[in-house]
């Protein structure tokens, strides 16, 4: 009911003054205002007490749920299905479009697992394969950076690798919310500590790395304007950051590859360290391009589990379009 109403039905403006029904009709407006503030807050409580339900499931299960959620999410949302087609379909990965489109799903539902569920109970759903890289760098005494990209369960990896070494990693809050707390609580567990998406986020990250310390990056996450450089990406040129390559080249850091693969009916993940060599020497177009090429490649093993739905290509705010009648790469360098 509208407040002209209520007021033409329970307010007699014989017998009110105008002061009166005014006042009248604040108290209204704030009650109005009032309940969808509760209305919110009750359903973000919903949220996250669904999440907590959720973990107590199987990951089997979970997944299992997952694959028919993305189909789901892929049949009714016309604009996420142009978007994940047109993605995968420029990678030309789309031969792989009907499991990509359950395994998002399954990139949704696992997560009430990977955040809620208990640090041990996560930890043993995963195996580590190459973990004698990291080794090596911890060993010569040197940082290192690690590179994920949104490929697989980007979430446990962090997780993973924290339980066997100190971890700082870059983080932005979620736009739900309620959301928060959790995600705060999950990823700031033991040895996993978290840095702020902007400038004093930068420079504690520089501070780890320098202190032979280990970060983690998603290094196809679009970037702010002035944080990246335009750079081709499965042969479209997209805004990628240059935040990696500063790192290296002002602490001499190893950079190592890293992503989790899910493996079949929700038995864990394998999570993949690989080697990746890359000189300061190199100029930064070269380097953010050598650095692509290296996602392309961890793409490649498993294409059907990357984030395709991520608007990857999108113009950050005041960022100048890369010209289209010439290539993103001014100086190709070999992946």
């Given at each position: 009911m509208s407040l002209r109403r209520f007021s033409e039905i329970y307010i007699p403006p014989r017998k009110l003054s105008l002061t009166r029904r005014l006042l009248l009709c604040a108290i209204l407006?704030?009650?109005k205002k009032f309940g969808k503030v509760l209305q919110k807050r009750m359903l973000d409580a919903m949220l996250v007490l669904l999440f907590r339900l959720l973990s107590y499931l199987p990951l089997p299960i979970l997944h299992a749920i997952g694959s028919a959620f993305g189909w789901a999410v892929y049949l009714a949302s016309p604009s996420y299905r142009r978007r994940l087609q047109e993605n995968i379909r420029q990678a030309g990965f789309d031969c792989h479009l009907s499991a990509a489109i359950a395994e998002s799903g399954k990139n949704v539902l696992e997560l009430p697992f990977i955040w809620c569920a208990s640090?041990?109970?996560?930890?043993?759903?995963?195996?580590?394969?190459?973990?004698?890289?990291?080794?090596?760098?911890?060993?010569?005494?040197?940082?290192?950076?690690?590179?994920?990209?949104?490929?697989?369960?980007?979430?446990?990896?962090?997780?993973?690798t924290a339980a066997h070494l100190p971890l700082t990693v870059m983080y932005r809050p979620p736009r739900q919310a309620a959301l928060k707390p959790l995600i705060e609580d999950a990823r700031a567990r033991h040895n996993l500590s978290l840095a702020p998406a902007n400038l004093s986020g930068v420079?504690?990250?520089?501070?780890?790395?320098?202190?032979?310390?280990?970060?983690?990056?998603?290094?196809?996450?679009?970037?702010?304007?002035?944080?990246?450089?335009?750079?081709?990406?499965?042969?479209?040129?997209?805004?990628?950051?240059?935040?990696?390559?500063?790192?290296?080249?002002?602490?001499?850091?190893?950079?190592?590859?890293?992503?989790?693969?899910?493996?079949?009916?929700?038995?864990?993940?394998?999570?993949?360290?690989?080697?990746?060599?890359?000189?300061?020497?190199?100029?930064?177009?070269q380097q953010v391009r050598a650095i692509n090429a290296a996602m392309e490649q961890l793409i490649s093993m498993c294409p059907a589990q990357y984030f395709w739905s991520y608007n990857h290509y999108k113009i950050p705010a005041g960022v100048v379009p890369p010209d289209e009648h010439t290539p993103a790469d001014a100086d190709k360098v070999a992946p």
């Open positions: 407006r704030l009650l640090p041990q109970r996560v930890l043993k759903t995963v195996t580590i394969k190459n973990w004698e890289l990291v080794q090596q760098a911890q060993d010569a005494k040197r940082g290192i950076i690690f590179l994920t990209p949104h490929l697989g369960c980007f979430e446990v990896s962090a997780q993973a420079r504690a990250l520089f501070k780890v790395v320098k202190r032979s310390g280990a970060i983690g990056l998603l290094p196809d996450q679009v970037p702010q304007n002035g944080e990246g450089i335009w750079a081709d990406f499965f042969g479209k040129p997209a805004y990628t950051m240059t935040l990696p390559a500063k790192m290296l080249e002002m602490s001499s850091a190893t950079m190592i590859l890293a992503f989790a693969e899910r493996l079949p009916r929700g038995r864990g993940y394998t999570l993949h360290f690989l080697p990746f060599n890359m000189t300061a020497e190199l100029t930064p177009q």
